[in-house]
């Protein structure tokens, strides 16, 4: 699916239960916050070797956001120097790297993301996993079984869960896991 937002081209919006796209765009770098070590849905963290192929794409101009499912932001509340609003990333993180570390002269100045909202951060939490439950090119980072054992672990610690043989089958569906 190919959606038309503004002046560009949305190859696929992101998607999952309990959460709203709210607009496609690129967002002025000084506005964006990384992820935190608490934030990460990976257990070895982020590839350097990722992020320098993502750091390739962007220096020889391959890097085309709208032709991928953007990084997901949430807004987190408004700098009060500028009165701009600012915004904390939830996926994206190899991509976000690449772009923070690009050299000045480089010219980076935004980053194309998908500025959303989630009903709770059980759904945030799914929409992590599974939007590393990917196979395709572009220098794609897929999710290991340890990264989705890390999401139900969190989810179980957030919300208190009683393990039964129900409640785990609800979360590997909700990761998207088969048996």
Request: aromatic share 6%.
């Amino acid at each position: 699916m190919i959606i038309q937002q503004g002046e560009r081209i949305v190859a696929k919006p992101p998607k999952t239960d309990g959460m709203r796209v709210l607009e496609i765009r690129d967002i002025d770098w000084e506005q964006l916050r990384g992820m935190h070590a608490s934030n990460v849905a990976r257990k070895d963290g982020p590839d350097q070797l990722k992020i320098n192929g993502h750091m390739r794409n962007i220096e020889s101009g391959d890097y085309i956001g709208e032709h991928h499912v953007p990084p997901v932001v949430v807004k987190v509340g408004t700098c009060p120097k500028t009165g701009k609003d600012i915004y904390k990333l939830i996926d994206g993180e190899h991509r976000y790297n690449a772009h923070r570390d690009m050299p000045k002269e480089a010219g980076v100045t935004h980053m194309w993301v998908a500025v959303c909202v989630f009903d709770d951060e059980e759904a945030m939490l799914n929409y992590k996993s599974n939007a590393n439950q990917h196979k395709k090119t572009y220098v794609a980072n897929e999710r290991t079984e340890d990264d989705v054992c890390i999401i139900i672990k969190r989810i179980i610690e957030l919300k208190g869960y009683e393990l039964s043989n129900t409640q785990l089958n609800t979360l590997l569906k909700n990761q998207n896991v088969e048996k």
